[in-house]
């Protein structure tokens, strides 16, 4: 968010919403962040990487969050085009490399290891 990045983040979700947040760097950015109003703290989108041609990190998400072993997550506002109801006044993107010992679970089964589709 405006040049600015939190890293080492670790989020805990009850009900839909962030109840808990913590950082290796920045913490105070992200809590602050979370903040901005009630949709902030909502995901906006969610999202998984495919694109296995891109080979390293660019600190550009908009090339990030496409690389094949990769989720990406937004907090805030959601698209309306997409069918997203969260409104705020942040769509905060959050890249998570999933290759060395990243799980994906859905209804309590396992879906996604290691940044690859297990089905």
């Given at each position: 968010?405006?040049g600015r990045e ?114």
């Amino acid at each position: 968010m405006a040049g600015r990045e939190a890293d080492g983040v670790e989020l805990t979700f009850k009900d839909g919403q962030v109840v808990k947040a913590t950082a290796g760097k920045n913490e105070d950015f992200l809590l602050a962040m979370i903040d901005t109003d009630e949709g902030s703290r909502r995901l906006g989108e969610f999202a998984i990487g495919t694109n296995y041609e891109i080979k390293k990190f660019t600190r550009n998400t908009l090339f990030d969050e496409k690389i094949g072993g990769t989720c990406h997550l937004a907090l805030g506002a959601a698209f309306p085009e997409t069918g997203g109801k969260n409104r705020s006044g942040i769509h905060w993107d959050m890249v998570c490399d999933l290759k060395n010992g990243g799980e994906i679970e859905a209804d309590g089964k396992v879906f996604y290891r290691d940044g690859k589709f297990l089905i």
